[in-house]
């Protein structure tokens, strides 16, 4: 999987909570305070990932006010290997042959998930399970289309 970063995008939200403490130093007379943005009253309004955020901020003690420019990092990372549940050993991302079955029906498909190179333990995640329950609904079908009387 090769994962292509863009310049920026926006959050779909008005307010975002960030987990971060902005740490900032008055310049005017060296008073520090602490921000924090992960709750309460301090949050960014409609932010911009991967693109400059202007801040205002002021010093509660000499009322002084300036701008300092921030930056909210979105990344995505491809998922190669995640630890096993049942026995703590590997699991590998990998597409592999599975047969789905509904009655007297069965279908061989082909079945992305993680799957532990230390027992039989297999994780389905994310759109994972469609293709298998997309298949299982499909044998469904054809079971109630065949048992229907013409």
């Known amino acids: 999987m090769k994962i292509i970063p863009t310049k920026g ?3 779909e939200g008005k307010r975002m909570h ?4 902005v740490e900032v130093v008055c310049p005017k007379c060296g008073c520090a305070y602490k921000r924090d ?3 309460g009253d301090h949050y960014f309004s409609y932010p911009a990932f991967n693109t400059p955020i202007t801040l205002n901020l002021y010093c509660p003690e000499c009322l002084h006010e ?3 420019v921030v ?5 995505l990372t491809a ?3 995640i630890p096993c549940h049942e026995c703590g050993r590997d699991m590998i991302r990998d597409v592999r042959p599975c047969t789905i079955r509904y009655q007297d029906r069965s279908a061989e498909i ?10 039989a333990e297999v994780v389905l ?4 399970g469609d293709r298998a329950d997309n298949w299982l609904r499909r044998l469904q079908r054809e079971a109630a289309a065949e048992g229907t009387p013409k």
């Open 9 to 11: 995008c926006d959050s």
């Open 18 to 21: 960030v987990p971060a403490i």
């Open 37 to 39: 943005y992960s709750h």
């Open 66 to 68: 300036w701008v300092s």
């Open 71 to 75: 930056q909210i990092n979105l990344s």
């Open 79 to 81: 998922i190669e290997k």
């Open 110 to 119: 082909q079945q992305p998930g993680f799957y532990c190179t230390g027992c």
């Open 125 to 128: 995640v994310g759109d994972d």
